[in-house]
């Protein structure tokens, strides 16, 4: 969210809802005039954005981005939304692709987890061989 202080802009906030079937999806909230939304990867601004009224809610907008697969690649992928007026950052995602599990925190987590235990069992086993 940001809100441009004393010189009367509006403040915006989008907030992603869920990506489904290479589509991201979020809503976007403004006190003021909807925005001037767009979405940049690479420098590059994405085709395909959708920005709708949300009905019985005025000041909030659907968002809708389908993911061009041609953008998605080895490694991190980050999209950049921003107020295409004014060049304000409005939120981001980010895609990895490509990268083994091993290389994931979570694996990483579970592995220490599986260390931990295989320790604690032999550490067991060396106190009851050596007290016994």
Request: some cysteine; overall charge negative.
């Amino acid at each position: 969210m940001y809100d441009t202080g004393s010189d009367g802009m509006a403040d915006v906030k989008l907030t992603k809802t869920r990506v489904r079937a290479g589509v991201w999806e979020g809503v976007l909230v403004s006190d003021g005039a909807r925005p001037a939304l767009e979405v940049l990867h690479l420098e590059q601004k994405l085709p395909g954005l959708s920005v709708t009224d949300l009905p019985g809610q005025p000041g909030h907008y659907a968002v809708r981005l389908p993911i061009p697969a041609a953008v998605l690649s080895e490694g991190v992928q980050t999209f950049l939304f921003r107020d295409a007026g004014t060049g304000e950052k409005l939120g981001h995602f980010t895609i990895i692709t490509g990268v083994a599990m091993e290389d994931d925190l979570r694996a990483e987590v579970d592995l220490l987890r599986a260390e931990l235990d295989m320790l604690k069992r032999a550490f067991r086993r060396h106190c009851l061989e050596t007290t016994g």
